[in-house]
Each structure stands twice: as C-alpha cells, then as structure tokens.
C-alpha cells in the first residue's frame, strides 16, 4: 500500500486520498493537454442540447464504447504515460480498471454537476479511481437520500482519489463553478467496464 494514504469514511462507503501520488504532476498535465484529442459534444439533457461545460475524452482497452446522452464513443489508445498509471494505481489499490474517462476543465469556469458513476455497465459497486493534475478544485459529494451534509475535498495537483465500494450506490459527486481559478485542471477518473456488450452508459451530464 501506498505509503501517505488517508482514508476517509463515508456513511455507506468510503474515500481513500493520496495528496501527492503523481511525482511531477506538472509534465503529466503538459503531456495530456497537448496530446489528447479533447472534444466538447454537444449532450441532450431534459431534452434540451447544451454543450458540455468542459472538455472529454475517452481512452481504454480496444473495443470499448462509451455511450451518454445520446452520444457515442470507441476508445482511443492508451497513451504511453496513462497506461503506466494505471497499472500503478492498479497495483496499489487491488482494483482492475479497463478505461479512463478525461476530463479537461480549462479554467474555473468548466465544471461538472452532481452525479454518480452507478451504470449497471460498471458493475453491482463499481471502485473510481481519479487522478487530478493542475488547478486545486473543490470535489463536493453529497448524500442520494437523507438530506445529509455536503462534505468537500480540495483535489490537489498529483493527487488520487480512490472512490471505494460501495460510495457509488449512496453519494453523488460534483466539481462546481470555482470563478476565481484561471489554471486549468485535467482529471483522470479510472474504470471497470463489465458489460459483456462492451459499452458504458454514463449518466446524463448536468
């Protein structure tokens, strides 16, 4: 085990956190938003089309898709720097991740609303694992029901966030509008995808 892992409890899960798992973050950041083939869909949400609030991309093993909103993606290649990772993280928290999920937000403006990654396609209760590089954000989760407290993390830049079982099935997440951040912040959210079709279905994007 990773040696400066802190381990948050949830009611009805849990979060691990590890401040400086990435050793110079910043080249990893550089890398990914030079080399990545970022896009920004348009996404169908209550029926009405908006253009997502940041930029994405999806990366993986050969054959998987990744479907949301109405919108479909094959993966592209792992590059050479995540696929290292993620046998990393791997290896560190004994779970097995087959695709990643890249978010891009470009500055302070880009976010992503409250949701949970809870897709059959990801298994009974799926393990999350995500790597921040760049901008320190909030990360805010939520209780589904109960109208529990809100509790909030600030990511640092070379941190992992390992969203244990069974947090999906219980808490909702979200990296809200921070308008005096000017950096930007690219997030690494590592998967398991255990569909037999192969395709992820991700919630609708708020």
Not at 128 to 135: T, W
Not at 147 to 172: A, E, F, R, Y
């Amino acid at each position: 085990m990773f040696a400066g892992v802190q381990h948050i409890p949830l009611e009805g899960g849990g979060l691990d956190y590890y401040s400086e798992y990435v050793p110079h973050p910043e080249v990893l950041f550089a890398a990914l938003r030079d080399g990545i083939n970022w896009q920004q869909p348009l996404v169908t949400v209550y029926g009405r089309q908006h253009v997502t609030p940041r930029l994405v991309s999806f990366v993986g093993n050969p054959g998987l898709r990744y479907q949301y909103s109405g919108l479909s993606h094959a993966t592209e290649p792992w590059p050479d720097s995540l696929q290292c990772l993620r046998d990393q993280v791997q290896r560190d928290t004994a779970y097995d991740f087959n695709c990643a999920l890249l978010n891009y937000y470009r500055d302070g403006n880009d976010c992503m609303g409250y949701h949970s990654d809870d897709e059959p396609e990801l298994g009974v209760s799926p393990c999350i694992a995500s790597v921040s590089l760049g901008a320190e954000r909030d990360f805010c989760f939520k209780p589904k029901v109960g109208g529990g407290k809100m509790q909030k993390l600030c990511l640092g830049s070379g941190s992992l966030l390992v969203m244990l079982p069974p947090t999906q099935q219980h808490w909702q997440h979200a990296l809200p509008v921070r308008r005096g951040v000017v950096q930007g912040r690219i997030n690494i959210t590592f998967r398991n995808l255990v569909t037999t079709g192969n395709e992820l279905a991700s919630s609708e994007i708020k």
